[in-house]
């Protein structure tokens, strides 16, 4: 093994490294979301009870589900336990059945630069800094009036309640990106704590 | 034709349901050259989740990780065991009945059928029977988890078909006691047939003594099926109050739950719940891009000219569950089919839409017991160690009673919406 | 349809059988008729493309060519708009009928293309709304302190609040079961939706406030509208003003029927006394006029109709 590929392994695996950083917050993320989730249910239970209901809490805990559903999702993907009929994997063995997990890592790397994009599209990032933050201005040349809307009880910005996306997008690009440099052998796997349900009972 | 086509070959390479559906969208937009679909694509995958009911889905799965880790499960299979275990047969009723408790409160088949076959199969196997009918039968309980209420696929049903959650899952209890009725009777002959063994006779001091133990456990599904019928909380709201009540009964009453398990069960909780989620909004894209495409009337145009009337049309969606359950099981096959089944079934045939989710969901249920993907086989293999393909032929019998059960599901719609 | 047609794509979020949809099926029966099949709609109803919000945006893009979107959507958005949405403007349904084809109402609409990215071709409308109470009840005084469930929109939440009621949002499918087992005290709904969803069996007072009504905007993509000939908006424009005309009339007729049938399921019907609303007016217009000024014209022309 020559240096040069040494050096572009150690790149591979700063890869996974950033990815597996990410993990860790994500885990962390997730678990103190479903909290909040928890603790807003409650909340509205106990408040309702003294008759007096908050009226922003059935969307904020909307939100809070919608952005737990995100963060979850793109650890579920690194993790390879997402729903999948595995039924053609299973089936076969050695070098067939990598290449098919890389078929996958790719597939699921394209759709993931792909939301990148869309998000781009969407957001017009360099548009709104373009009309120096003027949301109306924007709005008025682009017919995309994503920053003048808020949520319609908590009357938060939309654009900011809608940042789960564009942070999933990136996470699932550096994650997917991160299984295919493993399927593809070009640096070791990452050793994974298992989520799955049938692990549980072992 | 071709958005088929890559759909079948995405989902056949094994990639995840929720991406075969976000790609296949894409491929679509971009096919039918109506790009500027890309514009709302993050906000329709955002819009597919933006539903209050599904906050519940998040908070079943949280009690289901603190029931197991706190012991909660294993009391209720003791309560069982004091039950029947000294029939003839006896454990065989036990995995049934225990498997019926934890239902009502489990949403999910998986998380039941690992746990039951963990803790009742090798009993089972002890006591003298035959593995693979242990684990099979296992498989079979783990049918019920989905069907009696509470069930994340039929939360997962509610919000999409934009039925109350509590309707939804009330509908639940007709078809899961049938089930349950239908699976002791074949437990009953095949342990005549087969002459299963007894369990031992607990002394009646000890059988109280175990359902003492045990009757504290109870307050959880009384509290979640309390709090809604007493109008205390919605759906939603008695999982929150079921998270609160397992926490309490796994620390203060089996003792078997420490509060430092806890962050490590709504880290697991979130993550799992995620992978649902996600499907919808997948599911979300997917079915919004074939309604620009008008594929579902197109879909309906044809079965119409094939089904005249609704129980024919019934028996048509079964068979196409059917179908499609072979491969795709649960929550994901509901997700991909109900967009295109459902509007056929109340526009055109006039077919209750609680009714409708009742039998679509039962057959998607049965789906996780049919090859070559069958997810509780699976997991009933994955801990047991017993061959998913022998099981499916040693519990046949299961599998003839569920179908019959199905079609008087589709017949009789009373069964459904008794509760309505 | 014929095969070639320019097909525009009408996004509406209530189910098929509700006026507006009927509305919107005789504009796309008309609009082909007219131009022997040259032009066709294709109506998506049950909020199939998305809720209002994802319909606004596919408007936006050009995505989506027409909606018929609520006030209570758009007021959000543009409070100007949710000036039609402020409490006693008009005292019957027959008023509101008049009042949406008025030119001080149109002029509301006037601020969309710049707002939101869509033209307002005119006004469909539901009936007045009534308030449902789980208990009995006898007059608005009543309302004080209750949990009530009401659309989402800002200009409704304030009103509620000012007659001592604490607002909450339930979304519509689950409204009945909300109410049924005790986890609102109340509702506030039109009367269409109220009968449709048989409110009165899970209530036993229905208030009637005649303060609100719920207006729908038959709404055009300002980005695919520039795309139609000059001709062809011509008759759509002259096509959708007609069959919201009819929308309008046939829903000021149906709402005697709709108050035999709720009079006749046995619920109490009541008349609320309007005679003491001055101070609420009063305090709605000082937290709505700043962004809603049209409040004070709609008000003076609803006075004469
Ligand atoms: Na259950
Ligand atoms: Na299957």
Not at chain 1, 100 to 123: I, K, P
Not at chain 2, 210 to 238: D, F, M, Q, W, Y
Not at chain 2, 245 to 253: E, P, Y
Not at chain 3, 122 to 147: H, N, P, Q
Request: neutral net charge; charged residues 15%.
């Amino acid at each position: 093994m020559n240096d040069d590929s040494g050096a572009r392994r150690n790149g591979w695996a700063a890869l996974t490294s950033v990815s597996q950083g990410i993990l860790a917050i994500e885990k962390v993320v997730a678990g103190l979301l479903l909290a909040l989730l928890l603790t807003l249910i409650l909340l509205n239970v106990g408040t309702r009870m003294l008759r007096m209901p908050i009226y922003w809490i059935d969307e904020a805990s909307v939100l809070t589900m919608i952005w737990l559903g995100f963060i979850g999702a793109s650890v579920m993907i690194r993790l390879r336990i997402d729903f999948a009929v595995t039924l053609v994997q299973d089936n076969l063995t050695g070098s067939a059945a990598q290449s098919l997990r890389a078929v996958v890592s790719g597939l699921s790397l394209a759709f993931a630069l792909g939301l990148l994009v869309m998000c781009w599209m969407w957001m017009d990032p360099l548009g709104i800094i373009g009309h120096g933050f003027d949301a109306e201005s924007f709005a008025a040349e682009t017919f995309n009036f994503l920053y003048t809307e808020r949520t319609q009880t908590l009357e938060w910005p939309t654009w900011l309640v809608s940042m789960v996306i564009p942070i999933f997008a990136a996470t699932l690009t550096i994650h997917t990106a991160a299984n295919l440099v493993e399927d593809l052998r070009l640096c070791p796997k990452r050793e994974q704590e298992q989520m799955t349900t049938a692990e549980e009972a072992n | 034709m071709l958005t088929f086509g890559a759909f079948t070959a995405l989902m056949l390479v094994g990639l995840p349901i929720s991406i075969v559906l976000c790609l296949t969208a894409v491929f679509y937009i971009w096919s039918s050259g109506n790009t500027v679909l890309f514009m709302s694509f993050p906000t329709q995958m955002m819009g597919g989740l933006d539903s209050y009911g599904l906050i519940a889905i998040p908070l079943f799965i949280l009690i289901g990780e603190v029931m197991n880790g706190g012991g909660i499960t294993k009391r209720m299979i003791d309560m069982a065991m004091a039950f029947v275990g000294s029939l003839k047969g006896g454990l065989a009723y036990v995995n049934l009945l225990a498997n019926m408790f934890v239902s009502s409160i489990l949403g999910s088949a998986a998380a039941q059928v690992a746990l039951m076959s963990q803790m009742v199969v090798p009993e089972m196997v002890r006591a003298g029977y035959d593995k693979t009918f242990a684990a099979g039968l296992t498989a079979y309980s783990g049918m019920l988890g989905p069907i009696i209420p509470p069930s994340i696929m039929f939360v997962v049903y509610s919000v999409m078909a934009q039925v109350p959650v509590g309707t939804m899952l009330a509908a639940g209890i007709i078809p899961g006691a049938m089930l349950t009725v239908a699976f002791c009777v074949v437990i009953a002959g095949m342990g005549y047939v087969y002459n299963y063994p007894r369990g031992p006779r607990l002394p009646w001091r000890q059988r109280v003594l175990t359902v003492l133990r045990a009757v504290p456990t109870l307050a959880i599904p009384v509290v979640i099926i309390g709090s809604i019928l007493t109008g205390l909380a919605n759906p939603t709201e008695a999982a929150a109050l079921g998270v609160v009540v397992s926490v309490a009964v796994g620390r203060f009453v089996t003792g078997d739950l420490r509060l430092g398990q806890l962050p490590r069960m709504f880290v697991k909780a979130g993550v799992l719940s995620a992978g649902i989620l996600f499907l919808i909004a997948g599911a979300a894209v997917f079915s919004w891009v074939l309604v620009y495409g008008m594929i579902p009337q197109t879909v309906a145009a044809w079965i119409q000219t094939v089904a005249h009337d609704p129980l024919t049309f019934m028996l048509m969606v079964n068979v196409i569950l059917l179908v499609i359950g072979t491969v795709i099981d649960g929550a994901p096959g509901l997700i991909m089919t109900v967009p295109i089944l459902l509007p056929i079934a109340t526009d055109v045939y006039g077919i209750d839409p609680v009714h409708f989710g009742v039998v679509a969901v039962v057959n998607l249920v049965l789906g996780f017991l049919t090859p070559p993907v069958g997810l509780n086989f699976f997991v009933a293999a994955a801990v047991t160690g017993a061959k998913p393909g022998k099981m499916f032929l040693v519990t046949m019998p299961f599998f003839l009673v569920a179908c019959s059960i199905l079609i008087l599901l589709s017949i009789f719609p009373v069964l459904s919406t008794f509760f309505n | 349809r014929a095969q070639g047609a320019k097909t525009y794509r009408l996004g509406i979020t209530t189910p098929p059988g509700h006026s507006w949809n009927v509305s919107a099926e005789a504009l796309a029966k008309r609009l082909s008729e007219e131009t022997d099949g040259r032009l066709a709609i294709q109506v998506f109803p049950s909020n199939q493309l998305g809720n209002e919000g994802a319909m606004l945006q596919q408007m936006q893009s050009g995505a989506l060519d027409m909606a018929w979107i609520m006030t209570a959507e758009l007021g959000t958005r543009v409070p100007s708009i949710a000036a039609i949405n402020a409490p006693w403007l008009v005292p019957t349904t027959a008023g509101v009928a008049k009042l949406v084809r008025h030119d001080a109402a149109l002029k509301l609409l006037d601020v969309l293309p710049a707002k939101t990215g869509t033209i307002g071709l005119g006004y469909g409308i539901t009936t007045l709304r009534v308030v449902f109470t789980g208990a009995e009840t006898s007059g608005i005084e009543d309302i004080r302190g209750m949990k009530l469930r009401i659309n989402t929109t800002p200009a409704y939440r304030d009103f509620y609040q000012l007659l001592g009621a604490a607002p909450t949002p339930i979304p519509t499918p689950q409204v009945f079961d909300a109410m049924s087992n005790g986890q609102v005290d109340g509702l506030e709904a039109d009367l269409d939706l109220s009968w449709n969803q048989r409110f009165d069996k899970v209530s036993k007072t229905m208030l009637r406030l005649n303060a609100l009504f719920m207006p729908c905007v038959a709404l055009v993509s300002a980005r695919s509208w520039q795309t139609v000939p000059e001709a062809d908006r011509e008759l759509m424009t002259r096509l959708i003003r007609e069959e919201l005309d009819k929308q309008v009339d046939s829903t000021a007729a149906t709402e005697t029927t709709i108050l035999k049938n709720f009079s006749e399921s046995g619920i109490k019907v009541v008349d609320v006394n309007l005679d003491n609303t001055a101070d609420i007016i009063a305090e709605y217009d000082k937290i709505w006029l700043p962004k809603a000024p049209a409040i004070s014209e709609l008000r003076e022309v609803g006075a004469t109709l």
